[in-house]
């Protein structure tokens, strides 16, 4: 079985805590008698040597020209979306590739349908593009707070399959990750921001507010995964109370999919064999 297979959303999901715990991926299971820092530092390893096969791929990409990478991370406050942006794509060049964090819609953007400024930052031929929560928002944290109803939700679960279906019948490779963190692990980290003065700007007043409704976004999620699952547009859900072992599922996922693609720089152009440099 491959990583991808082991994390892809499964039909008739539920978001449970205790699912956010450490799963064991098939290179894992024969490691036997190793303590938790051991394990922790062979994940690091591995997925930095992940994160080096990753950077390769995503410069033959970028010189290709040809492919558009669309990588969607969305999880609970805490769950990791920036480490796995710092992790996993901290080595690729920046020159082709783009991180895109999604923020409270500005008065501009309201003054346009949900998915308009979404569809300005996908990526073009040759760039890879991260979206640090994305157009998910809009029928996550919308319908949490009851700002839509059902009807319109499920109007959007259809808008957002036809405008992800678009993008991929135009070129555009699409992986959505959900990052998945237990309640305890979210509280853990919220009190860590707030003991450490260093981490005390990572803390906002809002994430507890927003923690109250814990529940309800578990429930949306699971509805919003199984709604816009596709093999075009596969979900991941990716146990993310073990930051080392997020990060290596999700480095795992990206490299099979970069190394399936059988990736190769452009045809080299004969008329510069007869350039002299001098």
Not at 55 to 69: S, V
Not at 96 to 125: C, M, N
Not at 249 to 278: G, Q
């Amino acid at each position: 079985m491959t990583i991808s297979a082991l994390f892809r959303t499964k039909p008739h999901l539920q978001i449970k805590d205790a699912d956010a715990a450490l799963r064991s991926m098939p290179e894992k299971e024969a490691v036997k008698g190793e303590s938790k820092a051991d394990s922790k530092s062979a994940d690091k390893l591995v997925t930095s040597e992940l994160a080096e096969k990753i950077a390769i791929f995503q410069e033959i990409f970028y010189a290709q020209k040809q492919h558009k990478l669309l990588i969607v991370l969305q999880g609970m406050d805490t769950s990791g979306k920036d480490g796995t942006v710092r992790g996993v794509f901290g080595q690729i060049n920046p020159l082709g590739a783009r991180t895109i964090a999604f923020k409270a819609p500005s008065t501009v953007e309201r003054d346009h349908d949900y998915l308009w400024r979404i569809h300005q930052e996908v990526p073009g031929h040759g760039e890879v593009v991260i979206f640090n929560r994305s157009h998910y928002e809009d029928i996550l944290i919308t319908r949490v707070h009851d700002w839509i109803d059902q009807k319109e939700c499920e109007r959007r679960y259809s808008q957002i399959r036809d405008f992800e279906r678009m993008l991929a019948e135009t070129g555009t490779i699409i992986l959505k990750f959900f990052l998945h963190i237990s309640k305890d692990e979210q509280k853990q980290r919220l009190e860590e921001r707030l003991a450490d003065p260093d981490k005390n700007w990572k803390f906002d007043p809002q994430d507890l507010k927003e923690r109250e409704y814990w529940d309800r976004y578990q429930l949306a999620y699971a509805a919003a995964i199984l709604a816009s699952d596709a093999d075009h547009a596969p979900w991941y859900i990716i146990p993310a109370d073990s930051k080392t072992q997020r990060n290596l599922a999700i480095a795992h996922i990206v490299a099979e999919k970069l190394e399936s693609m059988n990736l190769t720089y452009p045809p080299a152009n004969p008329d510069y064999s007869k350039i002299k440099v001098i």
